[in-house]
Structure formats: structure tokens, C-alpha cells
């Protein structure tokens, strides 16, 4: 006879996760060195113009999961090398993506080129427009209060108004006497 043995699936889940649990990391820091390797050469390409080769290894790194001071580093270059393609629209797009990383992003003449320079200065500004005019249209948070406040008084004094005169309308009149419930067997 036939006899299953229950353990069987327990095992094989707890060596999923102890193999998971070892094996992860290891690939997980193996693929943060591989992009970080990969954004020095393609730093090394677009130094060398081959702008396209660069383009394709800094997307390939930040399709990945890489920590936050390599995605600013990958997002500088891709803006560069959209720069150097005279591709200006999908360069300042990914500038703003830089910024909204890494606010206060410093650009250094010594490294960087003074095309990215002016343009991030240009997307600052225009992040800055965007805030004011978002914090612009918002009412101050008091007229809100206020006009609340204003509606709960005119209801309330609806409400005691419709009692008042309910009273009164009703007052001269001897109150109705309502009938006896009927007996039941």
C-alpha cells in the first residue's frame, strides 16, 4: 500500500528558503558590482562618443536594483548622453527624474559638462515654478473653516427655528389624545 509521507513538501519549502535566504544576496551584490562596472565603462563609451553602446549598459543598470548613489550616478550619465545626441527633450525628462532622486543634486565644473549644468539649473527652475503655482492654487486652509463653521450655524439655526414655530403654531391647541391600543386574546 501507498503511503504518502508528509514531511516530503515541508522539506522542499525549507530548502527553497534556506537556498533563497544564501543564494540571493550573493546574486543580488553580484549584480550591483556588474552595474557598477558597467557604469564606468559606459562612462569610458561616451568619453569616446560611442554614445549608443553607453546609452544601452546605463538602461540595462537601471532596469536592476541598485542602490540609490548608483541610480543618481546612471541617471547623470543617461542625461549626457542624451545631451551629446542633441536628444534634448529625453534629456531634460531624465533630468527631472535625477532631481526628483536627488534634490539637491551639485554639479561640479571640474567633472561635469556645462550643457548638464544649465540644463539642470533650467529644470530646477522650472520645478520651482511648478511648487509655486501648486502651492498657489491650494485656498488658505482657514476660508475652508470659516465657511464650515458659517454652514453648521445656518443649520443649526434652521433646525431651531422649525421647533420654535412648531410650538408655537401648534401651542393653542389641546394636545391630541390617541386611542387605547386593542386587547388581544
Known amino acids: 500500500m501507498f503511503r504518502y509521507d508528509y514531511t516530503t513538501p515541508l522539506k522542499t519549502v525549507l530548502w527553497i528558503v534556506f537556498i533563497s535566504g544564501v543564494l540571493f544576496p550573493l546574486f543580488s551584490q553580484t549584480s550591483q558590482d556588474d552595474c557598477q562596472q558597467q557604469l564606468a565603462e559606459s562612462q569610458k563609451m561616451f568619453y569616446e562618443g560611442r554614445f549608443d553602446a553607453a546609452m544601452d549598459l546605463v538602461n540595462h543598470c ?3 536594483s541598485i542602490p540609490r548613489e548608483q541610480r543618481i550616478d546612471a541617471y547623470r ?17 531624465t533630468a527631472r527624474e535625477l532631481l526628483e532622486l536627488s534634490p539637491n543634486f551639485e554639479t561640479n565644473q571640474e ?3 556645462p550643457a548638464l549644468m544649465e540644463l539642470l539649473a ?4 522650472e520645478m520651482e515654478i511648478e511648487e509655486a503655482k ?4 491650494l485656498p488658505p486652509p482657514t476660508s475652508q473653516k470659516k465657511s464650515i463653521k458659517k454652514w ?10 422649525g ?6 403654531l401648534n401651542g393653542g391647541e389641546e394636545p391630541t389624545v390617541l386611542p387605547e391600543p386593542p386587547v388581544f386574546p
Do not use: F
Open 62 to 64: 537601471l532596469e536592476t
Open 77 to 93: 550619465l543617461l542625461v549626457e548622453i542624451y545631451l551629446g545626441k542633441s536628444y534634448r527633450d529625453n534629456a531634460k525628462k
Open 111 to 113: 567633472t561635469h559638462s
Open 122 to 125: 533650467e529644470v530646477r527652475r
Open 134 to 137: 501648486k502651492t498657489e492654487a
Open 152 to 161: 453648521l450655524y445656518i443649520g443649526g439655526g434652521a433646525v431651531v427655528t
Open 163 to 168: 421647533v420654535v414655530l412648531a410650538v408655537l
